[in-house]
């Protein structure tokens, strides 16, 4: 059975929305944060998103390429919940309008590489409470933003859950990857 592997970028005053807005980390991550996500990307065959998430990376990713990252994520199977998109441009993407919860218990019950999804919003925190996330890996980036709308925070009401440190790792610009499992 596929795993579904929740990857959030998030601030130290909770913030996860727009990461590529945030300030430039001292030393970047001289690639080791980039070949952590291309190695995540290359275990899973499918890219769970919703629509807010779709609406940014559509548009970013589907016009790069030429690297292992950009390369993997533009060929490969990408699921959308979204009631209003019916008309997805980037290749390989279905849309989900009804029971999300059904169809991604039918995507986990499929032979195949993991699921990836990135961010948290109202998909995670329906399949959180659906008992359907097998994983959490929060990257913890050592900076505050500042203010910021509900909607950009990890900060919101949602299903209460409990998780088991599985590892963590620190980079070396200091943002801590922690992984979790419930």
């Known amino acids: 059975m596929r795993r579904l592997i ?3 970028f998030l601030t130290l005053d909770g913030v996860i929305e727009d990461p590529h807005l945030w300030p430039a980390l001292r030393g970047g991550t001289a690639g080791e944060g980039d070949r952590i996500q ?3 990307l290359a275990a899973c065959d499918i890219v769970l998103m919703g629509r807010r998430t779709y ?3 559509a548009p970013a990713w589907s ?3 030429g690297d292992p990252y950009s390369d993997r994520i533009n060929a490969m199977r990408k699921v959308v919940v979204s009631r209003s998109l019916t008309d997805p441009r980037w290749a390989n993407t279905e849309v989900v ?5 059904a169809r ?3 995507l986990k019950a499929e032979e195949g590489g993991d699921i990836v999804q990135y961010g948290i919003g109202d998909v995670t925190r329906l399949l959180l409470g659906a008992g359907l996330v097998d994983e959490l890996q929060l990257w913890i980036h050592p900076q ?5 709308d509900a909607g950009a925070l990890v900060y919101r009401p949602g299903t209460a859950a409990v998780f088991d440190l599985a590892g963590t790792r620190v980079l070396g610009n200091g943002t801590i990857l922690a992984t979790y499992r419930p």
């Open 144 to 148: 505050l933003v500042g203010p910021a």
């Open 6 to 8: 929740n990857s959030t």
């Open 38 to 40: 291309t190695d995540l």
């Open 63 to 65: 016009a790069r390429g």
């Open 55 to 57: 609406d940014s990376f």
């Open 97 to 101: 309008a009804g029971d999300v919860v």
């Open 104 to 106: 991604v218990r039918a």
